[in-house]
């Protein structure tokens, strides 16, 4: 079975850091896309970063471009999304996802990632 499961949110302010994380089970870990998506109250699912485990190339959203990075622990099966500089425009539920070693339509395509953790909040004040 697989589980994907975000831990790590919070509420900062404007300028703070947040370390989201998100274990993963029941899939070839090593061999995946692990991506980051968020979504504030009444605005479509976005992709915010997305990393491919077998080499840890990374993806960024040109929205978080500099402020963020993205890792992968492959033993022991995690993904660490490092934001940093937050900013108000961040708050959202942010979603761990997760594709075996093929993304039909490029890492923002949320569609295609068949595997869904719960959602983590984050809250950046002004």
């Known amino acids: 079975e697989v589980q994907l499961q975000a831990s790590g949110g919070g509420s900062v302010h404007t300028g703070g850091s947040l370390r989201l994380s998100c274990a993963a089970s029941g899939f070839r870990f090593d061999y995946a896309f692990i991506g980051w998506f968020r979504q504030a109250p009444g605005k479509e699912r976005e992709g915010v970063s997305c990393?491919?485990?077998?080499?840890?190339?990374?993806y960024f959203a040109d929205s978080v471009k500099g402020r963020f990075t993205i890792s992968s622990d492959n033993a022991n099966q995690r993904v660490y999304l490092q934001m940093n500089s937050l900013k108000p425009e961040d708050t959202a539920v942010y979603y761990c996802?997760?594709?075996?070693?093929?993304?039909?339509?490029?890492?923002?395509?949320?569609?295609?990632?068949?595997?869904w953790g719960q959602g983590t909040l984050v809250t950046v004040s002004s």
């Open positions: 996802a997760a594709a075996d070693n093929d993304l039909r339509g490029g890492w923002r395509n949320w569609r295609a990632y068949p595997y």
């Open positions: 990393i491919r485990t077998s080499d840890g190339l990374p």
